[in-house]
């Protein structure tokens, strides 16, 4: 007898194999009373150590597998290891009550869980509960000297069947080999689903107790288009299966047909829907979702890759590739974005008390000028290979945009000077995600080629809501009238002066905001490549006329984000 189980479809597409029980260790800790804390911190400190060379192995696989944007969650959980909050509570707590690295590591990271997850509305927030999870399972297994699983030996086609995973387990996944994974608990914005989307398998998350169900070797048909799995299936369920599978390859394809089409609206409004990326590899995606360009090439990871600060030479062949890859389209290069939460070991920057509004982008570049010559002239020296923009970020003041787009000419006239061959179209352009230069676009709009609108950091400054911190969290409103203003003063005064605005923060790629991207007229989308298509295929479907008065609306007539949540569903998603 077959069984069905459902589930929430986090990834769509359809598998049909055997399950593979990809089954946790045990790692319960029992509260053991120590005489030597010292010994126990080093125990600790060796644990921590270890984990984090597994973390970065496992950041290596997943920058080859998923690119550089996913394997970032690594970075993450490094991060977390690395936070001495966090470390010296769980030294303090095995000194203070002399007790095992283990309990006291687990008492304080469930601590910090509980306290994420109890944001039920901020999906963000939970996430960052996931990774202490996924993080305290690697330290608990270092300490206890047990292994966790080996999801990379997978080594012939199954569906993997698991309580949870977590994105290291994800990440690891041979999409040669794993045909699709269904699990117990989990939602859409997990981790492991964005990568699922990521990686392009066919996942079901949530469905309370698939392990009990089904035991590994068991045949499994799993359909990610509706949640639905069916254990032990019939003849007829399989038949049905294989005739639903062929149906969404169809879809598929219809869907891929606007890879080449246009990103315009139904009334002929043309935008561009350009891809997010972090390394050269990044456009492998950028190319196969047929992305109109590059709209934020995020440099950070030349610099973070490395050991010691990327050569001149290292960075232009980076660059070089990225604008061959990208032919005629823009790409807007941003000069690094280091500080606030990104780090250089080898870049010696002091500790700060808020390293968000401290010495971090373009402060760094204009200060340590040489480290930022060395970027401009790496993009100047690519710039014949393409269509090159280059961007600055965290820009707060006329002055810093005239200081660095100086430095810029006159690296440029040296690369003349030493006979260099170069583009003579290079376009200089601004992240706007600092209030101030929001307010002033007006002014900027005179100076600079384009604008980018960066509503991650502009949404967090303009509502002072730190969005790493979960009692402010509520505050962090990208559909608040006032980002709204904000973003239509930055787009009507950039057009006033005859250049355009993209956006590149995540807003950009929320069905909520596009519509009232569109209504505000805003040029550029720059979003995740596997998204394009899917903003693509809800851009041709908008009117920009409807969707002006409506973000009229929304901008005048709502006074919360919620009313105009409500508003955009209402009119837009019904
Ligand atoms: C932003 O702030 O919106 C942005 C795109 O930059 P980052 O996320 O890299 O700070
Ligand atoms: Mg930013």
């Not at 306290?115 to 608990?140: C, P, Q, S, T």
């Not at 945009?401 to 690296?411: L, P, R, S, T, V």
């Not at 006032?482 to 995540?506: F, P, Y």
């Not at 040029?523 to 009229?552: H, P, Q, T, W, Y």
Request: proline content about 3%.
């Amino acid at each position: 007898m077959s069984i069905k189980v459902t589930g929430i479809a986090a990834s769509d597409g359809f598998a049909k194999a055997k399950v593979y029980q990809l089954v946790e260790p045990d790692l319960s800790v029992k509260r053991v009373d120590i005489q030597d804390s010292a010994s126990e911190i080093n125990r600790l400190d060796q644990a921590i150590d270890q984990s984090i060379h597994e973390l970065h192995k496992i950041r290596e696989i997943a920058a080859e597998s998923l690119g550089e944007e996913e394997a970032q969650v690594f970075d993450a959980h490094v991060m977390v290891l690395s936070d001495p909050e966090l470390v010296q509570q769980v030294k303090d707590k095995i000194e203070s009550e002399s007790v095992n690295a283990e309990f006291a590591f687990e008492e304080v990271t469930e601590m910090f869980v509980q306290m994420f997850e109890a944001m039920e509305d901020n999906a963000y927030m939970r996430e960052r509960a996931a990774d202490i999870r996924d993080v305290r399972k690697r330290v608990l297994a270092a300490l206890l000297g047990v292994t966790l699983p080996n999801p990379a030996g997978i080594d012939e086609e199954v569906i993997v069947v698991a309580h949870d995973l977590t994105p290291s387990d994800t990440a690891q996944l041979n999409k040669k080999y794993v045909k699709a994974f269904v699990t117990n608990i989990g939602g859409r914005t997990s981790h492991s689903a964005i990568m699922a989307r990521s990686l392009e398998i066919p996942a079901i998350v949530g469905t309370g107790d698939i392990t009990e169900k089904a035991p590994q070797g068991t045949l499994l048909l799993v359909d990610g288009v509706k949640g639905e799995v069916i254990i032990n299936p019939s003849a007829e369920e399989e038949a049905a299966h294989e005739k639903a599978a062929a149906d969404f390859a169809e879809l598929k394809k219809v869907w891929q047909k606007l890879r080449d089409e246009k990103s315009v609206t139904a009334d002929g409004v043309e935008v561009e829907i350009a891809a997010n990326i972090g390394t050269p590899r990044d456009m492998e995606g950028v190319l196969h979702y047929g992305a109109d360009g590059v709209g934020l090439y995020r440099t950070e990871f030349l610099y973070m890759d490395s050991n010691e600060l990327p050569s001149e030479d290292k960075q232009f062949v980076a660059y070089k590739e990225v604008l061959e890859q990208a032919g005629d389209q823009p790409v807007v290069v941003r000069t690094m974005d280091i500080g606030g939460d990104k780090k250089l070991p080898y870049l010696k920057l002091s500790s700060e008390l808020n390293p968000f509004l401290g010495y971090r982008a373009i402060r760094i570049s204009l200060d340590q000028d040489e480290i930022f010559r060395t970027q401009l002239r790496a993009l100047i020296r690519a710039s014949i290979y393409g269509n090159l923009h280059i961007m600055f970020p965290m820009i707060a003041t006329i002055e810093e945009f005239k200081q660095a787009k100086a430095i810029f000419e006159e690296e440029k006239e040296k690369l003349i000077n030493e006979s260099v061959e170069i583009s003579n179209d290079i376009k200089i352009g601004i992240m706007v995600e600092i209030p101030s230069s929001a307010v002033i676009a007006d002014q900027f709009a005179k100076e600079v080629d384009f604008f980018s609108i960066g509503t991650n950091d502009l949404i967090q400054y303009t509502m002072a809501a730190d969005r790493m911190n979960e009692r402010v969290s509520y505050l962090y409103q990208p559909y608040s009238p006032a980002i709204l203003r904000l973003i239509k003063h930055v787009i009507d005064s950039a057009h006033k002066e005859g250049i355009w605005t993209g956006m590149c923060g995540e807003m950009a790629g929320d069905p909520i905001a596009v519509p009232l991207l569109i209504g505000l007229g805003l040029d550029e989308f720059s979003i995740g490549a596997s998204d394009v298509l899917k903003n693509r295929s809800l851009i041709r479907k908008l009117d920009s006329k409807e969707m002006a008065s409506l973000a009229n609306k929304a901008l005048y007539e709502c006074q919360t984000a919620e009313e105009v949540k409500a508003l955009v569903e209402k009119i837009v998603h019904q």
